[in-house]
């Protein structure tokens, strides 16, 4: 049944090539190249669906958690396949021979790696050496058949502390793997070709989706190398306010207090921004504005007790300074919610429950030691759960010792970063810039959440608070160099 619904030109061909491959198990590594809207998802799930039908068995895997929670039996790469956080040129998966992940792999006909374009090389390079020692072949992942897809106008891997050398280097396309990909292109957006009775809004969508292809392409204000300042249309702009947090709150969440505990109504919206700082903001800003009883949950913080046996200094940091620290990947010291909230976890939970790291939802109770909240996006909303506090660290710490922080695995999400958001979609995105975006396909990524054009909102300000048109886009255009 799916099959049908597949176009003739590109989706089946790309269908038919893989599952040819599969038949004869000839081993391969392919990457299905296409931006949102092309119709990725749909041939990972025809292709799942095929194979399984006769009883094959098809491992469906993706970079990020809510990624994955999208495909059929999906799982992220490294809880699926072991690897190491943060991984290194030497890194092997923590896959033992004749274990039951062993064994599976043996008998698994095909590998679908979704978002690949953000992971870092080094961990799809140590599932390559982990599958080469468990099949006893030489060949790239052990003969396997592989499928990689994404995007990579989109945020590239986070290097910490990286430069635009690193990151680009940390890339897919920059590994050895990549001699061996066989790249597929999807590029017919198929959300035009979805309603094509409504001429005068399938040339508003194409023209949207083709502004916002230049922008990941990095072809607005040419010439430029990588960095170049792009004139944003006033459609999209916000240029009459007094208070700037303000102004993008009303935009993004009109008649706030009458929808604030209205499910549908916040799952549909939310305010990106660049940095954390700004974040933390808006969504102090949006809390105070809510009626109800707010609840106040602090963390409790302490240093790796094996750091404090290397440097005995790490054992006398005063809990007010620990209490201080703020980077991504962990709440903050001080969480601050009401009945009402989204909020967004920070960790992977549960994954066959949709409990995932970037799955949002709205909290239904709170309590002293778990937090009662429901799912709101993904393919479980509805589903009530209960989240207690746990012990979180950076993945990568920006500090000489690591950090332990006990608190609750979420923030809140009136607002939220760029890269948080990626791979999600919404009918309202609210872009506030106070500063410009910093990296590769962010102001792409930012974009491109929305479905239609009617449910951008941007606002740009200057240090003085001055509106502007124009801002930063950053595009690393070698990445694009051997696509």
């Known amino acids: 049944m799916m099959y049908t619904l597949l176009n003739a030109d590109e989706h089946a061909s790309i269908f038919n090539k893989i599952m040819h491959v599969v038949a004869t198990q000839s081993g391969g590594v392919y990457f299905l190249y296409g931006y949102g809207g092309t119709g990725k998802t749909f041939v990972w799930k025809t292709l799942s669906s095929a194979i399984r039908s006769t009883g094959g068995i ?81 060949n790239p992942f052990g003969g396997k058949v592989i499928v990689f897809g994404g995007d990579f106008r989109q945020i590239l891997p986070v290097v910490p502390r990286g430069n635009r050398s690193d ?28 309603n094509p009775t409504d001429h005068s809004n399938l040339d508003e969508l194409k023209q949207f989706s083709e502004w916002l292809l230049d922008i990941g392409d990095g072809k607005l204000a040419e010439p430029n190398d990588g960095y170049g300042e792009i004139t944003i249309p006033d459609e999209f702009l916000i240029k009459d306010f007094q208070d700037p947090i303000q102004a993008i709150v009303e935009a993004t969440y009109p008649d706030l207090l009458h929808n604030y505990n209205n499910g549908d109504f916040l799952q549909k919206r939310v305010v990106l921004a660049s940095t954390k700082d700004v974040v933390d903001k808006i969504n102090d800003y949006v809390l105070s504005l809510i009626p109800g009883e707010e609840k106040e949950y602090c963390s409790a913080d302490s240093v790796d007790k094996s750091d404090e046996l290397l440097s005995p200094a790490f054992g006398v940091l005063t809990a007010e300074f620990l209490n201080s620290l703020k980077t991504s990947g962990i709440p903050n010291h001080k969480l601050r919610i ?17 409990l995932c790291n970037g799955t949002r939802l709205i909290v ?29 660290s950076p993945s990568d710490s920006p500090w000489p010792f690591k950090l332990i922080r006990r608190q609750f695995p979420f923030m809140v999400s009136f607002a939220m970063t760029i890269n948080k958001y990626q791979g999600q979609s919404l009918a ?27 449910g951008l909102h941007i606002l740009i300000h200057d240090n003085q608070g001055t509106p502007k048109n124009t801002t930063i886009n950053v595009v690393y255009k070698e990445v694009f160099s051997n696509l």
């Open 428 to 454: 309202h995105v609210g872009l506030y810039l106070p500063n410009p975006i910093f990296s590769h396909g962010q102001l792409y990524v930012a974009l491109s959440r929305v479905q239609s054009k009617k």
């Open 58 to 138: 098809v491992l469906t895997v993706a970079s990020s958690g809510i990624a994955s929670i999208l495909l059929p039996g999906g799982r992220t790469t490294h809880s699926k396949f072991a690897i190491p956080v943060p991984a290194t040129k030497n890194s092997t998966c923590n896959i033992h021979q004749g274990s039951d992940l062993a064994e599976l792999l043996h008998i698994t006909k095909l590998i679908i790696w979704d978002e690949a374009p953000m992971c870092h090389r080094y961990s799809i390079e140590a599932l390559d050496k982990s599958l080469q020692d468990i099949m006893h072949n030489s």
């Open 338 to 354: 009401k009945v009402g909230t989204p909020i967004i976890l920070l960790r992977n939970l549960d994954q066959a429950d949709g």
């Open 167 to 194: 990151i680009v280097y940390a890339t897919l396309n920059s590994s050895y793997i990549w001699n061996h990909c066989q790249i597929l292109k999807l590029t017919k957006n198929m959300r035009l070709q979805s």
């Open 364 to 392: 239904t109770r709170l309590g002293s030691s778990v937090v009662e909240a429901e799912i709101i996006t993904g393919p479980n909303i509805g589903h009530r759960t209960y989240i207690p506090r746990m012990n979180l």
